[in-house]
């Protein structure tokens, strides 16, 4: 296979701490990455890379890995405009919310759906996230969610059956009969295509019960459990996820200090959306307090319509910076390692030698221009499986 180089890197983030300056981080200065095929063979510093097929000049560029966003809703069709114009605005809105999307994600042909995936995925990738986590959940049919995740799983591997988003409103009036559907046909029909399972364990939405009833069912089918966790007020969650040994609660809004012990004494990682906060007008989740109670932490977009419809994980990690207590060099393992340890990845998240290659020129001589310079246009290129994407220009 070829061998390529990427020398006078300004900055690489390794994400192992045996590296560089032994941070979290693992930050080398003036280094070289060597890539074979779809891996990473060697890290070290630019004057001891070994020769190679190929060599690229990265011109005192930092390099970091591709973003790994654990948590988007990206199989629906519409948007909800008037909704957050209306939010914005100060103004009363009665819209249906998730019911206006489910609407339209019913009415939407495969297609469609297919097309507006792969639409938010290039631009995500253009924003330096090449490992995405979707979910299904604005079809609420057995046929509409099984087609979401079918088309899903065409674009990702990480592909979570969210049946459990709200209850249906053909089961408006029973919640009960609701649960059966997404625990008995739904999943049989949704299991073939899906790593994961979810559920919006919510005050309006599912409760404890509710929630633990859906997850075991997953599990039961081979689904690992994830959760939508403490988002809009103190709930059961967090300790739900914790108990089922979910790779994931996310939001995590509103902890008490006991919700917090058990993520810290636990594998379940807190993983935080800033952009639903952002887009909500919300109360901020605390990362520092899980950051020091030594709990895993990830961030991811949450990208979807109605609450956080944004691709963009620099964008999260400026917002982690400046509104939720996070150092930019922990917002960007977040955003990294985090999100690869909310999927339980070890391949990705990291550039070492045996992990995938995937790597983020930045037009930057630091990671820490990301929360420096919000809302700039930073990544000069992408490396997607050992495969180069995206090159402004080559100065």
């Not at 899906?194 to 364990?201: G, H, L, N, Q, T």
């Not at 037009?363 to 990544?379: K, N, T, W």
Request: net charge negative.
């Amino acid at each position: 296979m070829t061998t390529t180089a990427i020398t006078h890197i300004a900055a690489l983030v390794t994400n192992d701490p045996s590296l560089g300056d032994n941070s979290p981080l693992g930050l080398i200065q003036d280094a070289a990455v060597v890539i074979e095929g779809d891996r990473v063979v060697w890290t070290g510093e630019s004057s001891k890379a070994p020769a190679t097929d190929i060599a690229v000049d990265a011109a005192g560029r930092a390099v970091i890995p591709g973003f790994v966003d654990s948590h988007s809703h990206l199989l629906f069709a519409g948007d909800r405009t008037q909704e957050f114009n209306a939010r914005m605005s100060g103004r009363a809105y009665t819209a249906g919310g998730i019911r206006t999307t489910v609407a339209a994600t019913r009415a939407a042909t495969d297609e469609e759906l297919s097309a507006n995936v792969a639409r938010y995925l290039a631009e995500a990738l253009r924003q330096g996230t090449t490992t995405f986590e979707t979910k299904s959940g604005y079809g609420l049919t057995v046929e509409d969610e099984a087609r979401a995740l079918r088309i899903a799983a065409r674009h990702t591997e990480e592909v979570t059956f969210l049946g459990a988003h709200i209850v249906s409103p053909d089961y408006a009036d029973d919640p009960a009969g609701y649960v059966d559907l997404v625990t008995g046909p739904m999943l049989d029909a949704c299991a073939p295509y899906a790593r994961w399972i979810d559920v919006f364990c919510e005050k309006g939405a599912f409760d404890g019960d509710q929630a633990r009833a859906v997850l075991t069912a997953g599990r039961a089918k081979g689904l690992h459990p994830r959760v939508h966790a403490n988002q809009l007020g103190h709930g059961p969650g967090v300790q739900l996820a914790v108990e089922l040994d979910a790779a994931s609660a996310d939001h995590c809004t509103h902890l008490t200090d006991a919700d917090i012990d058990a993520m810290a004494q636990s594998a379940t990682v807190a993983t935080l959306l800033p952009g639903a906060e952002f887009s909500t007008r919300a109360a901020w989740p605390d990362a520092r307090r899980l950051l020091d109670a030594g709990a895993t932490v990830a961030l991811s977009t949450d990208c979807n319509p109605g609450s956080s419809f944004t691709s963009s994980m620099p964008f999260c990690v400026a917002l982690a910076v400046r509104d939720m207590g996070m150092t930019p060099d922990e917002a960007l393992w977040s955003a990294t390692a985090g999100g690869a340890a909310a999927l339980r990845r070890t391949d990705i998240g990291r550039i070492t030698p045996g992990a995938r290659a995937d790597l983020v020129v930045l037009d930057a001589p630091s990671h820490v221009h990301l929360a420096y310079r919000p809302g700039v246009p930073l990544v000069h290129e992408v490396w997607r499986r050992g495969e180069r994407t995206g090159a402004r220009n080559h100065g």
